[in-house]
């Protein structure tokens, strides 16, 4: 007999996954904050590059998954949309930390430090935003969550524009001036790719809504 329940058995592994997903993006910068917070890395590269492995096998057990279920909670497409979108913040994390481990960040370590907090503050609305998909989320408070991520992300530009003028004051060498301006760029897209996945998941949730 036809039993849509039946079908809709393994509805949740998706929701499950992209969860895991989030959580891989939200280990990422916690590592970042703590690789900020002291002058030595031992290991900080090696375990991102290992966060990154696992993300990565996630993203691929997504689209295998999509490939063998004939039934999905939400279209494939808006699965495909949220989990690309969540692998692109620790790509540009990765970058930065390679960056940060190389450059003479002296007085901005402090400016970094405080641009990894506006992230991990994005990174979890972001976290609770995926986690509340599979219970049929109110609009207006995804809405609340994305306009908070929204001023996150300016806050973040304005910090971006403040760390640039004192690169320009003339008190770093050249090459230090433009290692440290490509990082600090680089910061502030995981922040951009953030308010990105938030308009991912608002427009998902309309969708539904």
């Known amino acids: 007999m ?9 509805s949740d592994k998706f929701y499950d996954l992209l969860d895991a997903s989030a959580k891989e993006v939200q280990e990422s ?22 966060l990154r492995r696992r993300h990565k096998q996630i993203k691929w057990k997504i689209t295998e998954e999509l490939c063998g279920t004939f039934a999905t909670p939400i279209e494939r497409e808006d699965i495909e949309n949220i989990a690309a979108s969540l692998y692109k913040i620790p790509k540009a994390l990765v970058k930065f930390a ?3 481990c190389l450059g003479k960040r ?29 219970k049929s989320p109110n ?3 995804v809405r609340e ?21 004192q690169l320009y004051s003339g008190q770093y060498d050249p090459i230090t001036v433009i290692l440290l301006k490509d990082i600090n760029a680089l910061l502030e897209k995981a922040v951009d790719r953030c308010r990105d996945t938030g308009n991912v998941i608002f427009q998902v949730t309309l969708k539904y809504s």
């Open 29 to 50: 910068a916690a590592i970042i904050a703590e690789m900020l917070k002291t002058s030595e890395y031992p290991n900080h590269l090696e375990q991102l590059a290992e």
């Open 145 to 165: 969550m994305n306009d908070e991520i929204q001023i996150l992300e300016g806050e973040a530009d304005k910090r971006m524009t403040d760390i640039t003028r």
């Open 106 to 134: 002296g007085a901005l370590n402090d400016e970094f430090l405080q641009q990894t907090e506006l992230l991990e503050r994005a990174i979890k609305i972001v976290c609770q935003m995926v986690h509340g998909l599979r």
């Open 139 to 141: 609009p207006q408070k």
């Open 2 to 10: 036809f039993s849509l329940q039946r079908i809709l058995s393994g």
């Open 98 to 100: 390679e960056g940060a």
